[in-house]
């Protein structure tokens, strides 16, 4: 297991993309390292914070603290929470604040929140005077294992989720794990689908270690000994890495990480992007059938299939289509969602598919009908 050498220790993962490669710093108490990491990184900037208010009672004083200290000055702006936010309306008001703040190239925007944070500020950074640089504060535990690293960035539009955005790496991203301790426990479970995604899709050794960790990670604290929390943390991020290295604008291996993502943003998409279904609890919904789509197929032992999907369960995440309350689509309705997923393309679905716990793969030779009827029998 990866431990630090001391407690208060980060365990750093680096992001091996040349003259671009950055670290990802993770640890209990890391947000008070912040000012000092980019003052290293860039003498004399200045900063701006962009977050969420609700992230912003916990944590913004914090974060503005620990520039401070570094003689970095810092402006801040705060939109409302929730997904609503990733919209052109929140990115034109980040970026008059950021303008305001006379944020200019050389200078930093922080973004300081989760996911939605993540990816508004990253586009905003992305854009405003046609690039300024950009540090990620992860504050979910979706946030710190999945988007906070590899640089998509995005706003939704009326036709559908992240579709206007840029790639644009970090330059650093600060993964506090003590931050997590505020986040409400279904966030955490949600954001804990994509950790259990990293050892489905590629190392089955880590699913173990998930099966008989998984509690201490959620307790999370340090006080016993266990780096459970940041273990888990610093695995995903280091297999994200690798594949973000490999792949970095999604030609091919990165598709992996859509892994329980067609099926899951369908439903997703179908529970109106709402608190029915977090965006976690729809990609282990989609795991769950990914799995038992690939075992009906023959792909993969029914056994193993069952054992992936118990592991996703006893940690409280919906596995079935019966478990998430309400009504859903009929099966034309969620075809359709499925095939307006972004991972089409030339009209063919592309699944990702599992040959083993830690064995998926990318493919495009699944007829619609077969989907179709597998989603049919699962809306019953
Ligand atoms: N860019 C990428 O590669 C990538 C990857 C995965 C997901 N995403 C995007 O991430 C978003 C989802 O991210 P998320 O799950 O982090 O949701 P989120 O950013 O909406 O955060 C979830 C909720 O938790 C609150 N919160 C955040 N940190 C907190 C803390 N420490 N304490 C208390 N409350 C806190 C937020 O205010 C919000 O209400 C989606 O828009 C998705 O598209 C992007
Ligand atoms: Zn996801």
Redesign the pocket.
């Known amino acids: 297991m990866t431990v630090p050498l001391r407690a208060g220790d980060p365990i750093v993962v680096n992001v091996g993309l040349g003259d671009r490669a950055y670290d990802i710093a993770i640890g209990r108490g890391q947000l008070s390292t912040l000012g000092a990491r980019i003052a290293a990184l860039r003498p004399g900037c200045k900063a701006a914070v962009v977050t ?1 208010e ?2 912003a009672r ?2 913004l004083a914090a974060a503005q603290a620990a520039l401070k200290a570094a003689g970095i000055e810092s402006s801040s702006v705060a939109v409302p ?3 609503g936010s ?1 919209s052109f309306a929140m990115l034109e008001r980040v970026c008059d604040a950021l303008l305001a703040a006379r944020i200019e190239r050389g200078d930093l925007v922080v973004a300081l ?7 508004l500020a ?1 586009f905003a950074a992305a854009v405003l005077r046609r690039g300024v640089d950009c540090v990620q504060v992860p ?2 535990l ?2 710190q294992v ?2 906070s690293v ?1 640089g ?3 706003i939704n539009a009326s036709h559908g ?2 579709l206007i955005g840029a790639f644009c790496q970090p330059i650093l991203v600060v993964a506090d794990t003590a ?2 301790d ?3 426990a279904r ?1 955490f479970r ?2 804990y689908a ?1 950790v259990v995604k990293y050892g489905l899709l590629g190392d089955a050794a880590f699913f173990a270690w998930l099966e008989a960790n998984w509690k201490d990670l959620f307790a999370g604290g340090n006080s016993s000994g266990s780096f459970a929390r940041e273990h888990a943390i610093a695995v995903s991020c280091r297999a994200k890495a690798a594949i973000v290295a490999r792949d970095e604008r999604e030609t091919g291996d990165r598709m992996l990480l859509n892994l329980g993502h067609t099926f899951g943003h369908a439903f997703e998409a179908a529970a109106g992007f709402s608190d029915r279904l ?3 609890e729809a990609v282990a919904l989609g795991m769950a059938l990914a799995f038992e789509f690939s075992a009906r197929r023959g792909l993969i032992a029914q056994a193993e299939a069952d054992r992936a999907i118990a592991h996703l369960a006893a940690a409280g995440l919906p596995t079935h289509v019966s478990a998430v309350p309400g009504a859903w689509p009929g099966v034309d309705a969620m075809m359709d969602l499925i095939a307006q997923d972004k991972k089409v393309r030339r009209g063919r679905l592309t699944l990702i598919l599992v040959r083993g716990i830690g064995a998926a793969f990318v493919t495009r030779d699944v007829e619609a009908d077969e989907v179709r009827a597998f989603i049919a029998e699962k809306l019953q």
């Open positions: 969420d609700t992230v916990h944590h929470p929730g997904e990733k929140g989760g996911g939605v944070v993540g990816d990253g504050t979910t979706l946030a999945d988007s590899g998509k960035t995005a989720k992240n931050l997590l505020t986040l409400p966030e949600a954001g994509e977090l965006h976690g």
